[in-house]
């Protein structure tokens, strides 16, 4: 595996894939995701964020051929689409888009959640998903669609981990870490250590605190297993390090709305966009 740490010198950022623990070549398509100082990208199909159509326009157009973005509006699932053309996702609700159109720019929201890319080099195939809790398993969707649709070679993948909230930050009630611990192993959660507490994770640590027992959760060990799981090579994978909620150049939902009452969380974080193409 190959560990990364993201700089932030605009406000986007591009990375290559990595196979075999090198990096690929610029004729393969890069991911990249946009910086808080970019401002929030909330996506929903019946709204209107005039500063995200500019900047992922920006960003598309750095492609030798200008791209299409190809948004998804998400629900936390592991719901992923196959996208020929724009319109094929048109309305639609989910949490992955793959393709083999180099026209097209996949395109996620996050805030915490992790996004993961992937691209399968013999069949072309490429894409990504956002991976919350309640979602996490969407790559091992996305992936076996591609092998469906395209006849993509899972052990053959190049899968990227995007910065996301790191167990530092993401601090757990037991009813959640016993699902993960069933769901995906022991080795996503830990106990954790109430001498640890500092203001800022005594904070994180009330949202899913009824008086029980905390844990750390690691997203990353848990989809790590799921890529053990199905067969993605560990030589093929890199994983960006950084921790969203502890880096302030990352939008993160529980940093930012810690604190504030339930219904006015939405108001106050930054989503940030995730994408991957031929850039």
């Known amino acids: 595996m190959t560990h990364l740490s993201i700089a932030c010198s605009k406000k986007y950022t591009f990375v290559p894939f990595y196979k075999n623990n090198k990096p690929l070549a610029h004729n393969s398509p890069r991911w990249g995701m946009t910086f808080r100082k970019a401002g929030s990208m909330r996506f929903r199909w019946n709204e209107t964020n005039s500063a995200r159509d500019e900047l992922l326009s920006e960003i598309a157009s750095t492609a030798a051929c200008a791209l299409t973005p190809v948004p998804i509006e998400l629900i936390h699932s592991t719901i992923a689409y196959d996208v020929s053309m724009p319109e094929d996702i048109f309305a639609m609700q989910g949490d992955g888009i793959l393709t083999s159109n180099k026209l097209l720019l996949p395109t996620v929201t996050v805030a915490d959640c992790m996004p993961i890319f992937f691209y399968e080099e013999e069949s072309g195939t490429f894409g990504l998903a956002h991976s919350g809790w309640k979602g996490t398993g969407v790559i091992k969707n996305a992936l076996e669609l591609a092998r469906d649709k395209y006849g993509a070679r899972i052990e053959n993948a190049c899968v990227a981990l995007g910065p996301h909230i790191r167990s530092c930050c993401y601090i757990?009630?037991?009813?959640?870490?016993?699902?993960?611990?069933?769901?995906?192993?022991?080795?996503?959660?830990?106990?954790?250590?109430?001498?640890?507490?500092?203001?800022?994770?005594?904070?994180?640590?009330?949202?899913?605190?009824?008086?029980?027992?905390?844990?750390?959760?690691?997203?990353?060990?848990?989809?790590?297993?799921?890529?053990?799981?199905?067969?993605?090579?560990?030589?093929?994978?890199?994983?960006?390090?950084?921790?969203?909620?502890?880096?302030?150049?990352?939008?993160?939902?529980?940093?930012?709305?810690?604190?504030?009452?339930?219904?006015?969380?939405?108001?106050?974080?930054?989503?940030?966009?995730?994408?991957?193409?031929?850039?």
Not at 196 to 223: C, D, F, I, V
Not at 251 to 274: D, L, M, N, P, Y
């Open 172 to 279: 757990v009630n037991e009813t959640r870490a016993l699902y993960f611990k069933d769901a995906f192993g022991e080795n996503c959660i830990a106990a954790y250590d109430t001498e640890k507490y500092t203001q800022k994770t005594r904070a994180l640590a009330q949202w899913n605190n009824s008086g029980g027992k905390l844990y750390s959760l690691s997203l990353e060990k848990a989809n790590l297993a799921v890529l053990e799981k199905i067969g993605v090579r560990d030589e093929n994978i890199a994983i960006a390090d950084d921790c969203t909620c502890c880096n302030d150049i990352f939008g993160s939902f529980r940093r930012e709305s810690a604190g504030i009452c339930e219904s006015e969380k939405w108001k106050h974080f930054t989503v940030q966009a995730a994408f991957c193409g031929w850039l």
